[in-house]
Every structure is written in structure tokens, then in C-alpha cells.
């Protein structure tokens, strides 16, 4: 029987303090991780990295190379300023040239994830138009990564459109390639719905999670609009020992990503504690029978 101690344990790049990539697979090292999820957000800076020149890219892969660091994913979260079902017809174009550039990107450096941010518009107002647009050019880009052989995979959000695993295979359904798949946060899963297990066991039975995001959180409620950040792990609504239980049943066998937010601290010292405290449920999971 699989094990899920058995499976690659990474850390998210803004979890670590900041530093040049050197300094960043020095940390993943020094921790104990399997790998590193780059992030590509809204800022300027790691905007950048999708105009690196060849020199800088190949520049990269041989820092990778030397470090001994995998790097199998990109958490594409920049199209938060640049939505795909944004009104603006230019804001909509940047934010599909955005992921067709991460995708090539992507393709030239040997990574064979992007995750997507499940939001039709951010800081703006959702309707039905936004709802249609996103759709309109999600089926784009998916297309696009498809033919170059780079998986996409839609994280389970922060907001409703995209908060279980139900609402995403809606959108599996109206776009039904191998190379779109979903990307669980089993924060975001659990505080949205009371039947996480269930949800992540959907996923799980259609053969359709790419990886998992680990991080705590507070539920969705009437009274609450929930918290989806910097919660710390055991203080939270995540049930990680049901769904550990659920991840060993169905063998799964992919990535787990702990998802974390560094605040300017220099030290490593909480998130080594996370990854321990982690480890620890992983293994209760995986002594307990299996039913």
C-alpha cells in the first residue's frame, strides 16, 4: 500500500524570505522539501520573470540544476489585476496573453503545472457577463496549454466561483480536456464546505487532482466571511486527519504544496514547525486501516 509520506512535500515561494533564486533553494534545501512552487503574482517584479531573455532563462535551469531543486509548478495568481471576465476588453487580452506567456514560459523551463486563480473578475463585481467572459477565455487558454503539453490546473479559491470541487467540474464539463485538471486547497475546500471529504474524494475518483495546497483556515458561516490566510495548522476548520484518511483510501500519489505567507520574518523557524506538524498528521494517516 502507497504511502502519503511517500509523496514530494514542497513549499511556496512567497512562504520563504525574500532572496535571489540561490538563497530560495538554499531555504528549500535546508528545510527538508521536495520542491518549490514559484509564484507569479500581481506584482511588477515577479510579472517580470514571464519577459525573462533566453540568457536569463537558461540562467535559471542551470541555478535549478546546480541546487538540486525541482521546481514543477507556478501558482499563476496575477490574473487577480488582469481577470479573464473583466468588462475591459484590454484588461480581458492582458489576462490572456499573461497566461499564453506563462504557458511558453512555462514549456521552455520544464514545468508542467500552472495553477490557475479560479476568479472571473477580483475587484470588481461578478455578473453573469463576467461569468461568461471567463469562460469564453479559460476554453482559450486551456487550448493554448494543451497544445504545447502543459497541464492546467484550477486551485480551489478564496471566493465562490470556484470553491469546491463540484463548481469546477462545471467548467471540466464545458471544457473537457486532459490537460485541465483541478488543484485542491484543502483550506479553501473546508471553508467553504461542510462535506470537504466528500468533495475531495470527487476529485480523487475522477482522476482529475494534479496536486494539493495544505494550509488551515476558518469556515464560511452566516456570522463569518471566513479567514483564508495565516491561520496556523491545528487551529483552524481543516479536518486534516478525515482527509489525509480520504488522500491514503484513493492512494493518491501527486504532490502536496504547504501553502504559507512569509510577513518579512528572515528566520525559518515557523515554517519548519509547520512542515513537522504536518508530517506528524501525515503520519497518523497513514497508521490508521484502511476501510
Not at 535551469?61 to 475591459?88: E, H, K, M, Q, Y
Not at 514549456?107 to 503545472?113: A, M, P, T, Y
Amino acid at each position: 500500500m502507497h504511502r502519503l509520506s511517500d509523496c514530494p512535500l514542497g513549499i511556496y515561494e512567497k512562504a520563504l524570505p525574500a532572496g535571489d533564486w540561490p538563497a530560495l533553494f538554499g531555504h528549500v534545501s535546508d528545510l527538508g522539501f521536495s520542491f518549490i512552487e514559484m509564484s507569479i503574482d500581481e506584482s511588477d517584479d515577479r510579472l517580470a520573470r514571464l519577459r525573462w531573455s533566453s540568457a536569463e532563462r537558461r540562467d535559471f535551469i542551470t541555478l535549478r540544476r546546480d541546487a538540486g531543486v525541482r521546481v514543477p509548478s507556478i501558482c499563476l495568481s496575477a490574473n487577480r489585476r488582469f481577470p479573464l471576465g473583466s468588462p475591459d476588453h484590454r484588461m480581458r487580452s492582458e489576462g490572456v496573453d499573461l497566461i499564453e506567456r506563462a504557458v511558453d514560459f512555462a514549456d521552455e523551463l520544464g514545468i508542467r503545472v500552472i495553477q490557475l486563480a479560479g476568479y472571473d473578475v477580483y475587484y470588481e463585481p461578478s455578473d453573469e457577463h463576467t461569468r461568461a467572459l471567463f469562460l469564453q477565455n479559460l476554453r482559450r487558454v486551456v487550448r493554448y496549454a494543451e497544445a504545447r503539453g502543459v497541464m492546467m490546473s484550477m486551485e480551489i479559491m478564496d471566493t465562490r466561483l470556484m470553491s469546491s470541487v463540484t463548481r469546477f467540474l462545471w467548467y471540466r464539463q464545458q471544457i473537457p480536456s486532459a490537460w485541465f485538471t483541478v488543484y485542491p486547497d484543502l483550506g479553501n475546500l473546508s471553508a467553504w464546505n461542510d462535506n470537504a471529504a466528500e468533495e475531495l474524494e470527487l476529485g480523487l475518483r475522477l482522476g482529475l487532482v494534479a496536486a494539493v495546497h495544505l494550509k488551515d483556515t476558518l469556515a464560511v458561516s452566516c456570522q463569518s466571511e471566513g479567514q483564508f490566510r495565516d491561520v496556523p495548522f491545528g487551529s483552524g476548520c481543516v479536518d486534516f486527519a478525515r482527509l489525509f484518511g480520504v488522500l491514503r483510501r484513493h492512494e493518491y500519489c501527486g504532490p502536496f504544496l504547504l501553502e504559507m505567507w512569509n510577513r518579512g520574518e528572515t528566520d525559518t523557524g515557523a515554517i519548519a514547525a509547520a512542515r513537522a506538524w504536518i508530517r506528524d498528521q501525515i503520519a497518523v494517516a497513514d497508521a490508521q486501516e484502511i476501510r
